[in-house]
C-alpha cells in the first residue's frame, strides 16, 4: 500500500484532485469576497483545472530539483535510478531512455483511446440514421477522437527522439534532463484534463475549435483548450532539449552531414514545434479569455474577427502536421539502409529535403482556409507555396526508392513497416495537390476526401513508422525482440484495411459526404461505403491490439537479443542490449560515414580503445 | 539497362491502368454547373498527374523488393551507390516545373469560376443553427427554398447570423464559408434542371448534419411564375401575412407555435401575458413588445433565453411586414 | 581582473542606457507631433537590436566554444546559455502572435491610454535594464555589493512597474475588458507582459537571496546571468509593446 503511494504518477494524481478542489473553492472565495454569486461553474472549473495540472506536477516531484536550486541547495548531477526497478517509469527519471519509454506507454493509451472513441462514432456512423449516439455525443467523441490522436502523436514522436536521438549522436543523455522530464509529466495532467471535456457536457467544434461556435459551445469546450495548452509545452521544452541536445552533445568528429539521418528531421521538427506551437496556445487562450472574460477578439458585434482566429490557429498547425510526420519519415530513411543493405541515396539531399519542408512548411498555412473568405489576393500565393512543398518531399520518395534499387532485402517486421509507410505516406501527398488548387479545393473542402488525404499522410508519416521503430529499438529497450508471427498478424490486419478505408473515405468525399457530420442522407447511397470502413476499423484495432499484446509479453517473456541484431551500423548497436545505463561506457569517435553498406572494410564509429579493424 | 526497360514498360502499363480505372468509376457527381466543368477539367489533370506519379514510385518500388532481394544463402550487402548529382537535379528541376505550371493551372481555373456576369441574378443568403434563408431583393421577395434559373449566374452573397457555416451543393462544385459580421460571395452558373440539396459544411453545432436545404433549378418561365407567386401571395389580411411572413423567414426554426422549448421562447399563449426578462423584471407582451422584440431583439432578453441569438430584423423586414407578423404572433393561443 | 575594465563595462551600460533614452523621447516626440509610424518600428528595432547585443550579449551564443569536457563547468554553461536563448524565441513568438492580433484587429488605430502614464512605466522597466545589466556587470568583476544593490533596484522597479500597470493603468483606462476590441488587446498585451514581469521579479528575487548567501563568483554565477538575460528580455518586448499600444495610429 505504501509502495503504491509512493509512486510519482498515484502521488501526482492525488495532488492534482487536491489542487483542483483548492482552485474551484478558491475562485468561489474570491467571488464572494468580489460581491458576485458565489458559484459559476466555468471560471471556478478552468482555475481549478489549471491548479489542479499544477499540482500534479509538484505531486510527482518535477519541481522538485528545481526548488532545491532555487533554495541553493546542491542538486545531484546524476540519479542512480536502478535501485527503483519499474517503480522508475512511474515517477520523475532523469534517463532519457525511461522517458522515451514512458512517452511510448503514454503514446499507446492514448492513441488506444482515440482509437475506441473512433471505432465508437464509426459504428454509429456504418448505418444511416442515429442507431445509439446523440448529436453532441457524436460531435464531442469525433472532436476527442482528432485531438487525442493529435496528442499521441505529439507524445509518440517524442518517445522516438527522446529514446534515439542522444544514442544516436553518442551522448551520455539529453542536454537539460530535468526539463525533459517535466516535459514528460505535463502531458499526462494535459491529457486528463483533455479527457475530462467528455464529463462536463462535451463540446461540438471539432479539433480546430473554431469561434464563434466555440464561444457558446459547453464546458468540455474549456477543458479541451486548456488541456491542448497545457501539452503544448511537452512540444515546446522538448524541442529546447533536442535542439540544445544535438547542437552540443555529438560525438568526436560527428560532423553535420556525417550524423545519422534521423537527427536532422529531428532538429527540422524541432525547429517547428519550438516556435509554431505557442499560436495555438495563443488562439486557444483568446477564445478562452473571450469566454471568461467577455474579451470581443472574435465576436463581429465587437468589431472583432473570427477569421483572425483561423490565421493564428493555422499558423501553427499546418507547420504542426509537418512535426507529426517529419520524425516518421526520418524513421523511413533510417531503417531502409539497414534492411536494405545499401547506403541512403542522396543523403545530403535528404537531409536539406527535411529543413526544407519545416520552412516552406511554415508559408502555407492559408490553404486550410481557402472558403473562408478570406482576402482574394492571399489565396493564389498560398496555393503556390502549398504546391511547392510537394518538391522536397518528391525528393525522399526517389531517394528511398533510388536506395531499395540494387540493394540485398531482407524483410523483418520493422521493414514491412517500413515499405508501408512509403506506399500510405505516397497515397496521402498525392492526393494533396487537388486540395492545393484553389479550384478543387472549393469542391473538396470540409468533405471526407480531406479526411482520407490526412489519415493517409498521418498513418503513413507518423502510425507505421512508429511501429517499426518500435519493432526496430525494441531489442534496444529492453534486451528482447518482439514476437515475428505477432508482428506480421499486426502487418497484416492494419495495412491491407487501412488502404481500403483511406480509399473509401475519399470516394464518400468526392461524391458530396462532408466530414463532421453524425449522419448522412440515405439517398447518397453511402450506406455501404460506411458499412465497409466501419469494418476495416475495426480490423486495425484488431492489429494494434495484437501489437500491445505482443509488447506486453515480449518485455517479459520475448526471444533474448542481446547484440546487433540488424546488423546495423549505427553506434547504439555497437553495444550490448539492452542499452548501458549511461548509454557509452567507452566514448566513441566517428571514422566513417554512417550508411557506407557494400563497402569493404569501412567503419563508422570506432569505440575508445579498439582496434581498428574490418566491420562484418 | 535490362531493368530500366522492364521498370520503364511496368510504369506505361501501371499508369495507363491506374488512369483508366480511376476514371471509368465515375469519381465526381454530375457536372450541374459552368464552375464545376472547368474544375473537373483540373481534377482530371491531377488524376493523370497521381496516376503517373504513384505507377511511377511503386513500381520501382516493388520491381526492386523482387529482384533485388536477399536469396537464401545469399551473404553481403547492396551495391555501393551513394547518390547522382545528375539524378537530385533532375528529380527536383522536373517536379519544380510540374509544379509550377499544376499551380498556373490553379490560378487560371481559379479565374474562369469567378467570372462576374453583370446581370447575375442577385440572391442574399443568410444561415444560422441550422437554416438557409435567401432573399431576393429584386423581387422584394424571401424563401426558404432556393430557386434558381437554370443557364443564368446567381450571384450569391451570404453572411451568416450566428456561427461559421458554408454553402455546397455537391453538383455545382464550389463551396464559400458564410461568417458572422462579414458578406461573402459566390457565383454559380447552374445548367441542368433538377432538384438538388445544400447541405451546410462548415461544423456549426449539434445539428450541423441536417442542415440542408432544397435548391430548384429551373427553366425561366417556371422561375418567373414563381417569383410571381411569392409576390402575389402577400395577403391582406394582416394575420395570414404574418403567418406567411414567419413560414419566408423561418422564424419557428427557434420559436415553437405548440409550446415545446426551442432556441427562443415559444409563441403559445404569449401574447397579453407577463414575460421574465433575464435581469429579474416582468414586462407586459404586447404589440410594442412584440414589434420591439422582432426589431431590436436584445433590447429585452428573456430570462433562460441566450442574448445575440435572434437576428436584428429593422434592415430586413419594414413597418408592415412587422406588424403582421405581431398580429400572428397575437392570434396564437 | 582590474577595476579599470569593470568600469568600462559599467560606463558602456550607461551610454547604451543613455541611447535608450533619447530613444523612447524620440519615439515619444514622433508619435505626438507627427503619424510617421513606420519610423517607430524602426526606432523600436534599434532598441530592442542595442538591448540584445549590449546587454543581452546574444553574440556569446556565436562565440567559438573550444571546450571538450562535456561534464565541465565552461562547457554546461555555453549549454545553458542555448537553451535559454532557445526558450526566449519560442516566447518571443507568443509576443508576436498578440502584435499580430493588435494589427489585425485596431490597425491604425490604437487604445485610448494615458500618455505620461505609458511614458512613465516604459521609463521605470529601462531604468531596471539599466540595472540588471550593471549587477551582472559587478557580478563579472567579483563585485557582490555592487550585484546585490543593483539587482535589488531593478526588483524594486520591475514591482513598481507591475504596481505601474496592473495597480494603476488598469484602474484607469476609459474601457473595460469587454469593451469592443481596444480593451481585450490593451488587457491581454500588458495582462500576459505583466505575468512574465512578474516570473521575472521572482527569478531575480530568488538569484538576489542566493547572492546575498554567497553563492556566486566572478567565475561561476549563471544563474545571475540567466536572471539579467531572461529580465531584458522582458524589456525588449515592451519596447515593442509600448509603440504598439500607446504610440502608432490614432487614438480611438
Known amino acids: 500500500m505504501k509502495k503504491f503511494f509512493s509512486l510519482g504518477l498515484v502521488r501526482g494524481i492525488l495532488w492534482q484532485i487536491f489542487g483542483t478542489a483548492l482552485g474551484i473553492g478558491f475562485?468561489?472565495?474570491?467571488?464572494?469576497?468580489?460581491?458576485?454569486?458565489?458559484?459559476?461553474?466555468?471560471?471556478?472549473?478552468v482555475f481549478g483545472a489549471l491548479l489542479g495540472a499544477i499540482f500534479f506536477l509538484i505531486g510527482v516531484g518535477a519541481f522538485t530539483d528545481w526548488y532545491k536550486m532555487a533554495m541553493g541547495e546542491e542538486v545531484p548531477e546524476e540519479v542512480d535510478e536502478s535501485s527503483l526497478g519499474w517503480r522508475r517509469y512511474f515517477g520523475v527519471s532523469l534517463d532519457h531512455k525511461v522517458i522515451g519509454i514512458q512517452y511510448m506507454v503514454l503514446g499507446i493509451i492514448l492513441m488506444s483511446i482515440g482509437g475506441i472513441f473512433a471505432l465508437i462514432f464509426r459504428t454509429e456512423l456504418a448505418e444511416s440514421g442515429m442507431q445509439f449516439l446523440t448529436m453532441i455525443e457524436y460531435n464531442t467523441l469525433m472532436s476527442l477522437h482528432g485531438m487525442v490522436m493529435i496528442v499521441s502523436i505529439l507524445v509518440g514522436i517524442a518517445a522516438i527522439m527522446n529514446y534515439t536521438v542522444p544514442l544516436l549522436i553518442g551522448a551520455r543523455d539529453m542536454a537539460f534532463p530535468r526539463l525533459n522530464a517535466f516535459s514528460f509529466w505535463i502531458a499526462v495532467p494535459a491529457g486528463l484534463i483533455l479527457l475530462s471535456s467528455m464529463f462536463l457536457g462535451g463540446f461540438d467544434t471539432g479539433w480546430t475549435g473554431y469561434p464563434p461556435l466555440s464561444v457558446r459551445a459547453p464546458l468540455g469546450m474549456q477543458m479541451f483548450f486548456l488541456g491542448v495548452s497545457l501539452a503544448g509545452f511537452t512540444s515546446i521544452l522538448g524541442s529546447v532539449n533536442i535542439i540544445a541536445t544535438v547542437i552540443r552533445l555529438r560525438a568526436r568528429n560527428m560532423t553535420a552531414f556525417r550524423m545519422p539521418i534521423f537527427i536532422w528531421a529531428a532538429i527540422a521538427t524541432s525547429i517547428i514545434s519550438l516556435t509554431a506551437t505557442q499560436l495555438i496556445g495563443l488562439s486557444f487562450e483568446l477564445v478562452m479569455f473571450q469566454r471568461l472574460f467577455g474579451m470581443g477578439f472574435f465576436d463581429p458585434v465587437a468589431g472583432g474577427n473570427p477569421i483572425l482566429f483561423q490565421h493564428l490557429f493555422w499558423f501553427y498547425s499546418h507547420p504542426a502536421v509537418y512535426v507529426f510526420v517529419l520524425p516518421g519519415l526520418g524513421i523511413?530513411?533510417?531503417l531502409l539502409p539497414v534492411f536494405a543493405r545499401k547506403s541512403l541515396f542522396g543523403y545530403k539531399w535528404v537531409a536539406m529535403s527535411s529543413l526544407g519542408i519545416a520552412l516552406v512548411g511554415?508559408?502555407?498555412?492559408?490553404?486550410?482556409?481557402?472558403?473562408?473568405?478570406?482576402a482574394e489576393y492571399l489565396r493564389v500565393p498560398f496555393m503556390y507555396s502549398t504546391l511547392l512543398v510537394a518538391i522536397p518531399t518528391g525528393v525522399k520518395f526517389f531517394s528511398w526508392v533510388a536506395t531499395l534499387w540494387k540493394g540485398k532485402i531482407i524483410y523483418p517486421v520493422p521493414m514491412?513497416?517500413?515499405?508501408?509507410?512509403?506506399?500510405?505516406?505516397?497515397?496521402?501527398?498525392l492526393t494533396g495537390p487537388p486540395n492545393a488548387t484553389i479550384a478543387t479545393d472549393l469542391h473538396l473542402q470540409d468533405t471526407y476526401y480531406i479526411v482520407g488525404h490526412f489519415h493517409d499522410t498521418l498513418f503513413g508519416g507518423f502510425m507505421f513508422p512508429f511501429f517499426a521503430a518500435v519493432y526496430f529499438w525494441f531489442p534496444k529497450m529492453t534486451g528482447r525482440r518482439l514476437n515475428e508471427n505477432l508482428g506480421k498478424l499486426?502487418?497484416?490486419?492494419?495495412?491491407?484495411?487501412?488502404?481500403?478505408?483511406?480509399?473509401?473515405?475519399?470516394?464518400?468525399?468526392?461524391?458530396?459526404m462532408r466530414r463532421r457530420i453524425a449522419d448522412y442522407d440515405p439517398a447518397l447511397g453511402f450506406d455501404n461505403y460506411h458499412l465497409m470502413m466501419t469494418i476495416c476499423g475495426f480490423l486495425i484495432a484488431a492489429g494494434v491490439l495484437v501489437f500491445i499484446i505482443n509488447l506486453i509479453r515480449s518485455a517479459k517473456s520475448g526471444e533474448p537479443a542481446p547484440g546487433n541484431i540488424w546488423n546495423s551500423?549505427?553506434?547504439?548497436?555497437?553495444?550490448p542490449s539492452p542499452m548501458p545505463v549511461h548509454n557509452y561506457d567507452k566514448e566513441f569517435e566517428v571514422v566513417g560515414e554512417p550508411y557506407d553498406y557494400g563497402l569493404p572494410g569501412s567503419t563508422y564509429v570506432r569505440f575508445e580503445g579498439e582496434e581498428h579493424h574490418d566491420q562484418p | 539497362m535490362k531493368h530500366f526497360i522492364v521498370v520503364a514498360i511496368l510504369v506505361i502499363v501501371c499508369t495507363f491502368l491506374v488512369y483508366t480505372g480511376l476514371t471509368a468509376i465515375g469519381l465526381l457527381p454530375i457536372q450541374a454547373s459552368e464552375q464545376a466543368i472547368v474544375i473537373d477539367e483540373l481534377f482530371d489533370v491531377h488524376i493523370a498527374l497521381i496516376s503517373f506519379l504513384f505507377s511511377l514510385i511503386m513500381v520501382i518500388m516493388f520491381y526492386s523488393l523482387v529482384v533485388f532481394r536477399r536469396r537464401k544463402g545469399e551473404l553481403g550487402d547492396g551495391a555501393f551507390i551513394k547518390g547522382n548529382s545528375g539524378l537530385e537535379i533532375t528529380w527536383t528541376l522536373i517536379p519544380f516545373i510540374i509544379v509550377v505550371f499544376l499551380a498556373y493551372l490553379g490560378a487560371y481555373s481559379l479565374g474562369e469560376i469567378r467570372r462576374i456576369d453583370l446581370t447575375a441574378l442577385q440572391v442574399n443568403v443568410t444561415a444560422g443553427q441550422w437554416y438557409w434563408q435567401y432573399q431576393y431583393p429584386e423581387y422584394g421577395i424571401a424563401s426558404t427554398d432556393l430557386y434558381l434559373p437554370v443557364d443564368r449566374q446567381v450571384s450569391l452573397d451570404m453572411t451568416s447570423n450566428d456561427v461559421i457555416h458554408s454553402f455546397w451543393v455537391p453538383e455545382f462544385r464550389v463551396k464559400m464559408d458564410l461568417v458572422p459580421g462579414q458578406v461573402n460571395n459566390l457565383r454559380i452558373t447552374p445548367t441542368i434542371t433538377g432538384s438538388y440539396k445544400v447541405r451546410c459544411a462548415e461544423l456549426c453545432g449539434a445539428s450541423h448534419a441536417y442542415m440542408e436545404g432544397n435548391v430548384f433549378v429551373v427553366e425561366q418561365s417556371e422561375f418567373d411564375a414563381w417569383v410571381s407567386e411569392q409576390q402575389s401571395t402577400v395577403v391582406i389580411d394582416p394575420v395570414l401575412r404574418g403567418q406567411q411572413l414567419v413560414q419566408q423567414y423561418g422564424c419557428t426554426t427557434c420559436h415553437s407555435l405548440d409550446g415545446s422549448s426551442k432556441i427562443g421562447p415559444t409563441w403559445k399563449n404569449l401574447f397579453g401575458h407577463q414575460v421574465t426578462l433575464d435581469d429579474g423584471s416582468t414586462i407586459m407582451a404586447d404589440s410594442e413588445y412584440l414589434i420591439q422584440s422582432i426589431l431590436e431583439p436584445n433590447l429585452h432578453i428573456v430570462e433562460g433565453f441566450p442574448a445575440n441569438v435572434m437576428p436584428d430584423f429593422k434592415d430586413i423586414l419594414d413597418q408592415t411586414q412587422v406588424e403582421s407578423i405581431a398580429a400572428y404572433i397575437e392570434s396564437l393561443k | 581582473m582590474t577595476n579599470h575594465n569593470q568600469t568600462d563595462t559599467k560606463r558602456r551600460g550607461v551610454f547604451v542606457f543613455i541611447f535608450l533614452a533619447i530613444a523612447t523621447i524620440l519615439e515619444f516626440g514622433i508619435a505626438v507631433f507627427t503619424s510617421m509610424w513606420g519610423f517607430l518600428v524602426l526606432l523600436a528595432i534599434i532598441k530592442a537590436g542595442l538591448v540584445m547585443y549590449y546587454y543581452m550579449h546574444i553574440q556569446r551564443l556565436f562565440e567559438q566554444d573550444i571546450e571538450t569536457d562535456h561534464k565541465s563547468y565552461a562547457f554546461k554553461l555555453v549549454t545553458n546559455r542555448l537553451g535559454l536563448w532557445l526558450f526566449m524565441l519560442s516566447?518571443?513568438?507568443i509576443f508576436g502572435g498578440l502584435l499580430l492580433t493588435r494589427f489585425n484587429l485596431l490597425g491604425l488605430t490604437r487604445p485610448d491610454l494615458n500618455q505620461t502614464l505609458g511614458l512613465v512605466v516604459t521609463s521605470v522597466l529601462l531604468v531596471s535594464s539599466f540595472f540588471a545589466n550593471r549587477a551582472e556587470a559587478s557580478m563579472e568583476k567579483g563585485d557582490r555589493k555592487g550585484f546585490i544593490n543593483s539587482f535589488a533596484i531593478t526588483i524594486t522597479l520591475g514591482i513598481l512597474f507591475i504596481a505601474g500597470v496592473i495597480g494603476v493603468e488598469w484602474q484607469l483606462a476609459p474601457f473595460s475588458a469587454s469593451d469592443g476590441v481596444q480593451g481585450p488587446v490593451f488587457y491581454t498585451m500588458t495582462g500576459f507582459h505583466a505575468f512574465h514581469v512578474l516570473t521575472g521579479v521572482i527569478f531575480l528575487a530568488i538569484v538576489l537571496r542566493n547572492g546575498i548567501r554567497g553563492h556566486y563568483t566572478a567565475e561561476k554565477h549563471w544563474a545571475v546571468e540567466a536572471a539579467a538575460v531572461y529580465w531584458h528580455f522582458i524589456d525588449v518586448v515592451w519596447i515593442f509593446f509600448y509603440p504598439a499600444l500607446y504610440l502608432i495610429g490614432t487614438a480611438l
Open chain 1, 569 to 575: 551500423r549505427s553506434p547504439e548497436w555497437q553495444v
Open chain 1, 27 to 45: 475562485i468561489v472565495l474570491v467571488r464572494i469576497l468580489m460581491g458576485l454569486p458565489a458559484w459559476k461553474a466555468e471560471p471556478a472549473v
Open chain 1, 332 to 334: 523511413i530513411s533510417e
Open chain 1, 416 to 429: 514491412l513497416f517500413t515499405l508501408a509507410s512509403i506506399v500510405v505516406f505516397l497515397l496521402g501527398g
Open chain 1, 490 to 512: 499486426h502487418f497484416w490486419l492494419v495495412t491491407p484495411s487501412f488502404f481500403i478505408l483511406s480509399l473509401l473515405m475519399m470516394r464518400v468525399g468526392l461524391l458530396g
Open chain 3, 91 to 93: 516566447d518571443f513568438f
Open chain 1, 362 to 374: 511554415f508559408l502555407v498555412w492559408g490553404h486550410h482556409m481557402f472558403t473562408s473568405g478570406m
